[in-house]
């Protein structure tokens, strides 16, 4: 498991012009590149996701093809808006995403950084669950994709 904490980790803001010759970028990329599953975890600031998980995302759109994203979402509220967010980037990577997203508040389900609602405890086991059965499943079927000479929409990834 690799985790990516931007507050460890800054990335600069994206520049299609600049951004892939900045120190650091071909590391992390390779880091990217290697995760079969992309967990996001993000606030939700005023019904959206934070700046620096758009940024991300807007570095490494193409080594998303095929891969699962899963969602985690901090809210005051449901999440809803920003779990829809990050489906519709999701699809736009031409990624795939869990059929749901997990939401938390603060001091109702985790309270000085510990999960206290059994009902977040169980969403998260199903969450690990699903990302590992389905995360599996569309990493071997990428791979074989990328491998193949079959059209589908991964062909315009093969090297």
């Known amino acids: 498991m690799d985790v990516l904490d931007f507050l460890q980790e800054p990335l600069a803001l994206y520049n299609p012009d600049t951004a892939y010759d900045l120190p650091g970028y071909a590391d992390l990329q390779a880091r990217v590149e290697r995760a079969d599953v992309v967990l996001l975890g993000t606030p939700d600031y ?15 759109w193409h080594e998303f093809a095929g891969k699962l994203f ?5 809210s005051h509220e449901k999440g809803l808006t920003v779990t829809d967010q990050l489906r519709t980037i999701a699809r736009q990577c031409y990624a795939w995403t869990l059929p749901y997203g997990v939401s938390f508040t603060e001091e109702v389900d985790v309270k000085d950084g510990q999960i206290v609602s059994d009902s977040l405890r169980k969403r998260l086991e199903m969450l690990i669950r699903d990302t590992r059965v389905y995360g599996e499943l569309l990493a071997r079927q990428r791979k074989a994709d990328l491998a193949g000479a079959e059209p589908g929409f991964l062909a315009r990834h093969r090297k």
């Open 46 to 60: 005023h019904g959206c996701l934070s700046g620096a998980t758009k940024n991300f995302l807007d570095h490494f």
């Open 70 to 74: 899963a969602t985690v979402v901090a």
